[in-house]
């Protein structure tokens, strides 16, 4: 039970401590330098939607390959399915 009290006590003063905020005109007043150069407003940065390409390696050669390489997958794909199939039909009517 005493500890609780010390507690609620300690609690108590440090609220009772607390600092007021100072206004905003105060704290830019006394700013040293540097903290003067952080209230400067920013300019956003950003990359050209070309430049972004180049960075990300979508250009336009490699759209074409990349759309080439898909074209030959799903030939690829119809190829094996028909030869599976020819396959399976010569081995059941061989059989």
């Known amino acids: 039970m005493e500890i609780a009290g010390i507690k609620l006590s300690f ?21 040293s330098k540097t903290e003067s150069l952080s209230f400067q407003p920013t300019i956003k940065v950003d990359i050209s939607p070309l430049k972004q390409l180049q960075l990300t390696g979508l250009t336009i050669p490699n759209k074409v390959t990349v759309k080439d390489f898909q074209k030959s997958q799903v030939v690829m794909l119809f190829l094996t399915s028909f030869m599976g199939l020819l396959i399976g039909l010569a081995i059941s009517f061989l059989l």
């Open 11 to 31: 609690e108590t003063q440090r609220i009772r401590r607390a600092s007021v905020s100072a206004p905003v005109s105060d704290i830019l007043l006394n700013a």
